[in-house]
Nanobody, 127 residues
Framework: VQLQASGGGLVQAGGSLRLSCTAS????????VGWFRQAPGKEREFTAA????????SYADSVKGRFSISRDNAQNTVYLLMSSLKPEDTAVYYC?????????????????????WGQGTQVTVSS
């Protein structure tokens, strides 16, 4: 499966953006999906994750209450709605997929749990 992250851009602090992670090549409905981000000079960090069924989600403490992850399996797309953005949210955002074969409806917060990665989309929040 190939993942394409999109929706990044430049936004002022307090603004919102919606990122999309669209899969191609095969059905996405059995995949748990995670969003990770990497700021300049920093390590990649977990941001949000969702189970294949969409019934379970997890968020990093730094984004909890501001970001919301959701999915539309019919569209092979996972979304990350980011609100109340802060300059410290500036990073390249990556989506990643792990095929659960629909066995376990769970989310994964470790990057090494995912075998497929998108190319990343830049989010820049100005103060």
């Amino acid at each position: 499966v190939q993942l394409q992250a999109s929706g990044g851009g430049l936004v002022q602090a307090g603004g919102s953006l919606r990122l999309s992670c669209t899969a191609s090549g095969r059905t996405f409905s059995s995949y748990a999906v995670g969003w990770f981000r990497q700021a300049p000079g920093k390590e990649r960090e977990f941001t949000a994750a969702i189970s294949w069924s969409g019934d379970r989600t997890s968020y990093a403490d730094s984004v909890k209450g501001r970001f919301s992850i959701s999915r539309d399996n019919a569209q092979n797309t996972v979304y990350l709605l980011m609100s109340s953005l802060k300059p410290e949210d500036t990073a390249v955002y990556y989506c990643a997929g792990h095929d659960t074969y629909s066995q376990a409806s769970y989310y994964y917060i470790r990057g090494d749990s995912y075998e497929y990665w998108g190319q990343g989309t830049q989010v820049t929040v100005s103060s």
